[in-house]
């Protein structure tokens, strides 16, 4: 696992991203949100929601007085991160919280592994 997680393309063509370590390890704040997950990055850059205790909080990277919910993800441990056909992230916790990053049409929303922000475009 050189970029510290798996990708697993599943039959509904959505992707499950199996990480060798699913120990948050930090989380850190600067042009995007980036969640340490071993040597895998999740990184955010758009606006994103967050549920702890079935509570939702509607977030955004560049509004960071108001970042308090994604930071009570720490300490935690990743149950399941995948992304939908249509480019939905949602990565859940073992406790039941969950992050959900709806893909923007104009730029990357998120990105996966171990990587800069913002992502590299291809072209």
Do not use: K
Request: glycine share 10%; proline share 9%; aromatic share 8%.
């Amino acid at each position: 696992m050189p970029d510290g997680c798996v990708i697993r393309e599943l039959p509904d063509g959505s992707r499950e991203f199996v990480l060798e370590d699913p120990v948050l390890a930090y989380i850190q704040v600067d042009a995007a949100c980036r969640l340490r997950f071993g040597l895998t990055d999740v990184a955010v850059g758009s606006q994103f929601s967050v549920e702890i205790d079935g509570i939702g909080h509607r977030l955004d990277p560049r509004r960071t007085g108001e970042l308090g919910p994604l930071l009570a993800l720490y300490p935690g441990t990743a149950r399941w991160l995948w992304a939908s056909p249509e480019g939905m992230l949602t990565l859940v916790f073992e406790n039941g919280s969950r992050l959900t990053v709806v893909p923007e049409v104009v730029a990357p929303a998120w990105s996966v592994g171990a990587m800069s922000w913002p992502p590299v475009r291809r072209t």
